[in-house]
């Protein structure tokens, strides 16, 4: 069975409520950077090889081609290590959320809690100086005997879904249960918006 069902299957049993939405501290915008680098690289090392298939360029052209295709590789490969590393299966963890608890997945384990059970804290965190400095907030979420669950560094996109947890969060120890406007309108939720006053 699928982890995704599994993990559906496990927050429908325990009472949690309409699923939200899939979070996980493994995303980055590393692609940004080595997507079109790899792109420029593998059109140079296509040139190269043209050059090599004419006769032209003599034996320099013969180390630069394997090298630059070897470059352009490891560039592209960048652009997927955070589709690598969430995948089901693998040892970050993975957080489906619900209204009022999360299943999350570590490896091929999965436990659930309650959002009342969990404990989140934010530390800021700065490095560098200057302009190239950079900074965030390092979110941790805890279990009641102490054990880290899940931590987001603070440099992930929105698309990471740190922040639409903790709004669930917010609202199930709130009492509310229901997200506020910060969860993924990407997915269907009933009391979408909804308030705790209602």
Not at 83 to 96: D, K, N, Q, S
Request: include cysteine; aromatic fraction near 12%; hydrophobic fraction near 40%.
């Amino acid at each position: 069975m699928r982890e995704r069902v599994k993990a559906l299957a496990m927050g429908n049993d325990a009472g949690y409520g309409s699923y939200v939405r899939f979070a996980c501290p493994a995303y980055s915008h590393a692609w940004v950077f080595f997507g079109p680098l790899g792109v420029l690289q593998g059109w140079v090392t296509t040139v190269d090889l043209v050059h090599i298939f004419k006769g032209e360029g003599g034996w320099l052209h013969g180390w630069f081609a394997p090298l630059s295709g070897l470059w352009t590789v490891f560039m592209i490969g960048c652009c997927f290590v955070s589709r690598y590393e969430r995948r089901a299966g693998g040892p970050t963890p993975r957080l489906y959320c619900f209204q009022l608890g999360v299943v999350v997945a570590t490896g091929d384990v999965l436990r659930a809690f309650r959002w009342t059970e969990l404990t989140i804290r934010r530390e800021k965190w700065r490095s560098g100086s200057g302009e190239s400095a950079d900074w965030g907030t390092r979110t941790t979420v805890m279990a009641r005997d102490g054990s880290v669950v899940v931590v987001f560094p603070g440099n992930e996109p929105d698309g990471a879904g740190c922040r639409a947890m903790e709004k669930l969060h917010e609202a199930a120890v709130r009492g509310c249960g229901t997200p506020g406007p910060a969860t993924d309108h990407h997915h269907d939720h009933p009391d979408h918006g909804a308030s705790c006053a209602g």
